[in-house]
Nanobody
Framework: QVQLVESGGGLVQAGGSLRLSCAAS????????MGWFRQPPGKEREFVAA????????YYADSVKGRFTISRDNAKNTVYLQMNSLEPEDTAVYYC????????????????WGQGTQVTVSS
């Protein structure tokens, strides 16, 4: 089992950047595939990005491709989401998630979730 805690959210102007972090508990972080999701106000949660257990494979939603970068540091039990060129449409609660399941990163069922961190982008 793994527990996840997100941080790094906040208020930023359009065009700005933020880096989200997700710290995981436990000694087996390196076996988990990790994902970032977001839930805009009044909308359903949606996939943002994912990275496999060793960082060798990454996948992005079309809406963030070229602007967001997912990475991980297994020695620090942390996964990151670097968000550049932020747009008001990126405003959402951002969640990280973990799974040991195998399959396409963007469609896996993630088993463990953090509590979320708010990102607000002003125009």
């Amino acid at each position: 089992q793994v527990q996840l805690v997100e941080s790094g959210g906040g208020l930023v102007q359009a065009g700005g950047s933020l880096r989200l972090s997700c710290a995981a508990s436990g000694r087996t972080f390196g076996v988990y595939n990790m994902g970032w999701f977001r839930q805009p106000p009044g909308k359903e949660r949606e996939f943002v990005a994912a990275i496999n257990w060793n960082g060798g494979t990454r996948y992005y939603a079309d809406s963030v491709k070229g602007r967001f970068t997912i990475s991980r540091d297994n020695a620090k039990n942390t996964v990151y989401l670097q968000m550049n060129s932020l747009e008001p449409e990126d405003t959402a609660v951002y969640y990280c998630a973990a799974t040991r399941r195998i399959g396409p990163l963007q469609s896996l069922n993630y088993d463990y979730w953090g509590q979320g961190t708010q990102v607000t982008v002003s125009s």
